[in-house]
């Protein structure tokens, strides 16, 4: 039975130096653990190397080699101390260590080269984006992005995200958030859709009503209106603060609650909007 099929520890010999190297790398990370029965260090070492593959063992092959019977595969490693663990990953050798560290440490090398759960969420949210379901990849780029905040790719697709849902005003805030060295063409692209949106949204409705509500700031079924317009526009942040303002003033003023309840209810999941005015209007009611 192949080794591998059974468990992700396992003892390299020249028989499966092969297929661990160049086949089993492509898929997984392999970590070459060199050791040997007289070294204290590689026994402090092996439970904790045990104990991350064990934990790892979706994405790890943890491969361990007596050092005193495959002196050959030592030698085309270079081995020179005990314990040393050197990363393999599509057939090429992309990190190592030596000596006994600490677990920490080798979770911090273990974290450049895994997959992490952002990677997952993000790979996801993409493909769910370039579909052209805005709302169910918004929910999975969130999570990436609270998981990764610092990712510019991330964040690029959170702003698509928003775009592609009519979200303009969240879209270009987060956009001011991209640092200058990461304002490359994809970033001009997005900024390009943002000011294409922004004219869009500005329909001869909106701006009537707009005006409307400035001349009359008293005047609640312009402030509905205007929110239902802002609404369909995309413009969910404006619709929902003008929304509140009216049932702030008068709860029951013609069916604003309901509206008020039904843009909340049609936001995507996860998104801060949504809770941001559920506890509005609690407050007004509890």
Not at 13 to 42: G, I, R
Not at 81 to 97: C, E, M, N, R
Request: aromatic share 6%; charged share 25%.
């Amino acid at each position: 039975m192949d080794p591998l099929a059974t468990s992700n520890v396992i003892e390299m010999t020249p028989e499966n130096f092969q297929q661990l190297m160049v086949e089993t790398s492509k898929e997984k990370l392999v970590l070459v653990d060199f050791w040997a029965e007289w070294c204290e260090s590689c026994k402090a070492l092996a439970p904790v190397m045990d104990k991350l593959a064990a934990e790892f063992s979706e994405h790890l092959i943890l491969a361990k080699v007596d050092c005193d019977a495959q002196q050959q595969i030592a030698m085309q490693f270079g081995v020179r101390s005990l314990p040393t663990v050197v990363f393999v990953k599509d057939g090429q050798p992309i990190d190592a260590f030596q000596g006994a560290v600490p677990e920490g440490e080798i979770r911090e090398l273990l974290a450049k080269h895994l997959p992490q759960p952002q990677d997952e969420l993000f790979a996801q949210g993409s493909e769910l984006l370039a579909a052209g379901q805005a709302e169910d990849a918004f929910p999975l780029l969130k999570q990436a992005l609270e998981l990764a905040s610092d990712r510019v790719d991330i964040k690029f697709a959170t702003i698509e995200c928003f775009i592609q849902m009519g979200r303009i005003s969240q879209a270009k805030e987060l956009i001011e958030t991209v640092l200058l060295a990461d304002q490359d063409n994809t970033y001009q692209a997005l900024l390009g859709k943002i000011e294409l949106a922004e004219k869009a949204a500005e329909t001869p409705e909106i701006l009537a009503l707009q005006k409307a509500a400035e001349e009359n700031p008293d005047d609640l079924q312009v402030k509905v209106d205007l929110a239902i317009q802002y609404q369909q526009t995309g413009k969910s942040e404006e619709a929902l603060e003008l929304l509140f303002q009216v049932v702030k003033k008068e709860m029951a003023f013609g069916d604003a609650k309901k509206v008020f309840l039904d843009s909340i209810n049609a936001l995507p999941e996860g998104d801060p909007l949504a809770s941001k005015y559920r506890r509005k209007l609690y407050s007004l009611l509890y």
